[in-house]
């Protein structure tokens, strides 16, 4: 099985900032992109970063030039550093895995739990 389990998230008011971390454990073999996604209330799941292995980035506009994303690929670790959040960024934010648990395997997509990112005026 695979394990994958966000941390990091909390409250915190408008301008400031927080980091997440995702970490993927268990039977993982190799691991494509990794990216973040959020879930506000009434509103559909939307990307916010994705990194590929080979550290290409893509980020969704509203975030652009606030969040920065990373990973340590021998952590299989993947990690959202966001700066100067908006109340419009509150949202449940979940980590996304995509992988493969063997050799010539398919790969798929593994997701956390998800971790609440509240952001007050």
């Known amino acids: 099985q695979v394990q994958v389990v966000e941390s990091g998230g909390g409250l915190v008011q408008a301008g400031g900032s927080l980091r997440l971390s995702c970490a993927a454990s268990g039977s993982i073999f190799s691991i494509n992109a990794m990216g973040w996604y959020r879930q506000a209330p009434g509103k559909q799941r939307e990307l916010v970063a994705a990194i590929t292995s080979g550290g290409s980035t893509n980020y969704a506009d509203s975030v652009k030039g606030r969040f920065t994303i990373s990973r340590d690929n021998a952590k299989n670790t993947v990690y959202l550093q966001m700066n100067s959040l908006k109340p419009e960024d509150t949202a449940v934010y979940y980590c996304?895995?995509?992988?493969?648990?063997?050799?010539?395997?398919?790969?798929?997509?593994?997701w956390g739990q998800g971790t609440q990112v509240t952001v007050s005026l």
């Open positions: 996304n895995v995509d992988g493969r648990v063997g050799v010539g395997l398919r790969s798929r997509d593994y």
